[in-house]
């Protein structure tokens, strides 16, 4: 066991992947010297050498382009993204290209791709730089989309999507970056808990609290502020997004009879409508109440100074359990009309700060 | 509209008029701005460094989140803004507040963004000026985008559209060049050359001659110039801005600059570069180059010169106060603007909000209160 950091946890595992095969090479920007800009390649270069670890032009669209090139011709491609805002580029590569291959070509091409890209808010930053995107990946079929939470899982994780002949988008909290944790750097991939399966991260049950990425965090908080309130709360990390492991989710849904979904991402045909609605199909019967979903609202995400008052923290994960335990209003406006819509075109704008 | 090569290429060398002691060089290719120009540009560059070093302060006392300095690359924040009309627009990148602040923005209000308070803290309509993209080369197109309407509509509007090196790699780069060309738009497109997209150097973004090279392929003027040299690029910048004013299409100016700072406060540049380079570069000092030819040419009194040191500081000033109060936005602008009305989500989430606010006060209130107590016995 080693202690590290989330991004210690992913560089050695970039390390291991590197050393173990010589058909992957990581193409990203400034990850060579500069190591990324949160460290993650951090010395790879230097040991691996420029022909292995690539600083590309600036150009998303192109990297993930030739990554597909590469692939087509033998080779393992990992890609850093710098931060979530910036995949959106190479999203037609990704949606079009990257995700169709296999099934276009009857299966005679794989793509075994993985993209890495930073994800989420609560660091403080300028716009762009704590997206949420999730939803996107996950709904397009024929890319896998996993997130992973903890050092341990992002050591273990990063290299079963490497090795995966599907390509990954593999998101990393950057919230979770300097998380230290004891890592097993040597688990054997072929007992570990495979790639798309979801992880119960605490046990419960009253309510199951479905979520992934920093969001785990916050979920284990309120856990622990529910136990010591007699609510006992299981909180599952999902892992995968696509495909999700139904099974595990299904298991404890059905025990406890409650549902509330987590996440940072904006609610509206965000990743916990999939989730909500397929327990809803699955699990109707053993449902005592309607499934809750605990998300940001429906904007484009905030300015630093107002991100605390976006994202999802242990209050508002404890109201949503509060609501799937019927113990407050479904929604605090249910109980009085909406107040009416105001037209901002007969309003004088006011200023923006 | 066809082009001999000639035209395109840009020259063997730089444009460039002064060495760094402020000697004027043997330069034909454009005409010497007017010294009263100069002397405009010499004060908008003391203001502009006193505005990169307060800003880069700020940051260190935790009132800016972040600040990507121009440090180094005034001339070119300079000459950008100041050849245009008060009609013509600029479409700015995060490196280029100063620019922003030159087109007349308060610069309080260009802040707004980098203090985290809002994404864009001005109205684009007042002055001209587009948000500053962080979206590397997006803004190019909407330039391009803003210039067709310019010439649908029928005015003489210019559009100067700011990126760096390494945004030139890009799609939205090529894409946008080469529509502003097909279409023949009054856009300027400014690369500022500083040698680095953060870590990574030139030579990976182009393996090109120059970056100025790449204007032949789209059909349009490449011109070089020596970005520390404000008289130079006021030169160049005024040249492509009356030729797309009279119709005569886009332009593509490389600057070649180089960032003093690191990328922003957040980078340690001393992993990618020596500290000789960056000393090269210092002595390469847009500002004392066209201090030392105003002297030479006796067009900067001592007076003057305590005049514009006292209006930097006076905007350094302005900067500070604006900066100092601690300014917490109101919640409620989450929901607003999202759409040209608010929805009934909206309207639900923020009442959830509200409601949330509400029981943090209370208990807040509760705490303070139990604290009071606690202290009275
Ligand atoms: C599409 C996109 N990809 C990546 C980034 C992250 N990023 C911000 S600035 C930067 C370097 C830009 O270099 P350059 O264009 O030379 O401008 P400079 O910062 O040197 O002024 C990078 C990679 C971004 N903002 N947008
Ligand atoms: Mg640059």
Known sequence: MTRLTFGGALRSAL?????????????????????????????????????????????????????????????????????????????????????KMHYRTGGAVTLPITMRIPVGGGIGAAEHHSESPEAYFAHTAGIRTVVASTPQDGAVMLRQAIACDDPVVFFEPKRRYHVKAEVDERVDLRTALPLDRARVVAEGTDVTVVTYGAMTGVCLDAAAAAGDEGVSIEVI??????????????????????????????????????????????????LEAAPVRVTGHDIPYPVAKLEKHHLPDLDR??????????????????AEPAPATESLAVRTPEPVR | MAHEDSELLPGETPVRFLDQDGRALDETRYPMPPLSELQAAYRALVVARRINEQCSALVRQGRLAVYPSSHGQEACEVAAALPLAERDWLFPTYRDAVAVIGRGVPPAEAMVLLQGDWHSGYDPREHGVAPQATPLATQLLHAAGFAHAAKLRGEDTVVVAMCGDGATSEGDFHEALNLAAVFGLAVVFLVQNNGFAISVPL???????????????????GVRVDGNDAAALLAVMHAAVDRARAGGGPTLVEAHTYRIQAHTNADD????????????????????????????????????????????????AEL?????????????????????ERTPRLEEQWAMLADELARDAESEHAESEHAEHEEAR
């Open chain 1, 237 to 286: 990390d999902l892992r995968s997004l696509s495909p999700v492991d139904w099974e595990s989710v299904e298991a404890s849904v059905r025990r406890t009879g409650r549902l509330v979904v987590v996440h940072e991402a904006a609610r509206h045909g965000g990743f916990g409508a999939e989730i909500a609605a397929t327990l809803t199909e699955r699990c109707f019967p053993f």
């Open chain 2, 269 to 316: 540049d001393t992993r990618y570069r020596d500290r000789a380079e960056v000393q090269e570069w210092v002595a390469r000092d847009p500002l004392i180059r066209l201090r030392s030819y105003l002297r030479v040419c006796d067009a900067l009194s001592a007076a003057a010169e305590d005049e514009i040191t006292a209006e930097a500081e006076a905007v350094a």
């Open chain 1, 317 to 334: 994960v404890l109201d949503g359990v509060d609501r799937v335990l019927g113990r407050v209003a479904a929604s605090p406006v249910s």
């Open chain 1, 15 to 99: 390390h291991r992947a590197l050393a173990e095969d010589d058909r992957v090479v990581l193409l990203g920007e400034d990850i060579g010297v500069n190591g990324g800009v949160f460290r993650v390649t951090d010395g790879l270069q230097a040991e691996f050498g420029p022909r292995r670890v690539i600083d590309t032009p600036l150009a998303e669209a192109g990297i993930l382009g030739t990554a597909v090139g590469l692939a087509m011709h033998g080779f393992r491609p990992v890609v850093e993204i710098q931060f979530d805002g910036f995949v959106y580029p190479a999203f037609d590569q990704i949606v079009s290209q990257l995700a």
């Open chain 2, 320 to 340: 500070r106060d604006a900066l100092q109060a601690e300014h917490v936005p109101d919640p409620e602008d989450l929901f607003r603007h999202v759409y040209a």
């Open chain 2, 203 to 221: 030579s990976r973004q182009t393996a090109a001659a120059s970056l100025a090279h790449k204007a032949i392929g789209y059909g349009m003027p």
